[in-house]
């Protein structure tokens, strides 16, 4: 019913930046908050930034005051601003969406995630 594509990964130096981007697709009537995870090899998923439909947002401490997080709420995208990337950043960065769909039998709400985008950071 909602489908998450996300871009903008890539391999970048230590110091450098990178702009992810997270776009839903489907039948959807509210987005109510969405997020980006990471996992690195060998680590548990863990939450980056999360933004909610009101404009609140939220950051690990682990990349406070380096990322970014924003939406457009036209295009139903999602964006991470990444500076001053470390080489700990390194991971597999997915999007994830809090999600009120039109559904024959009226709304529903659920959660739904893209397949995620790499970023390597060489030090």
């Known amino acids: 019913q909602v489908q998450l594509v996300e871009s903008g990964g890539g391999l970048v130096q230590a110091g450098g930046s990178l702009r992810l981007s997270c776009a839903a697709s489907?039948?959807?009537?509210?987005?109510?908050?969405m997020a980006w995870y990471r996992q690195a090899p060998g680590k548990q998923r863990e939450l980056v930034a999360t933004?909610?439909?009101?404009?609140?947002?939220n950051y690990a401490d682990s990349v406070k005051g380096r990322f970014t997080i924003s939406r457009d709420y036209a295009k139903n995208t999602v964006y991470l601003q990444m500076n001053s990337l470390k080489p700990e950043d390194t991971a597999d960065y997915s999007c994830?969406?809090?999600?009120?769909?039109?559904?024959?039998?009226?709304?529903?709400?659920?959660?739904?995630w893209g397949p995620g985008t790499q970023v390597t950071v060489s030090s």
């Open positions: 489907g039948s959807i009537f509210k987005i109510n908050a």
């Open positions: 994830n969406a809090d999600v009120t769909t039109t559904a024959t039998m009226g709304l529903r709400r659920g959660s739904y």
């Open positions: 933004t909610t439909s009101g404009g609140t947002t």
